[in-house]
């Protein structure tokens, strides 16, 4: 059973981000949530006091698990190396 962090491992995520091998889906949906965010028009306006902001809450949310798990599983190939030929 693995263990999951609430706080993100930043100097990994960024590492994840620069590397050009990485696969590029974590990484469009990181980019596509912050702007889907900033942008002014929404799926479900921010004059519905709650609903509004909760299908952004899930957007962003959504996008950094994938991330986060994408980073993970990113560091755990790095740690364990190239597969030994023997």
Excluded: C
């Excluded at 006091?49 to 949310?61: K, S």
């Amino acid at each position: 059973m693995t263990r999951h962090r609430f706080i993100p491992n930043l100097p990994g995520i960024w590492a994840y981000l620069r590397d050009s091998k990485t696969n590029w889906k974590p990484k469009a949906l990181a980019v596509l949530s912050l702007v889907y965010l900033l942008w002014p028009v929404d799926l479900v306006p921010d004059l519905a006091p709650v609903l509004g902001w909760l299908d952004d809450i899930g957007f962003v949310g959504i996008a950094a698990w994938y991330l986060g798990h994408a980073t993970n599983q990113y560091l755990n190939a790095k740690e364990k190396g190239p597969p030994r030929l023997e």
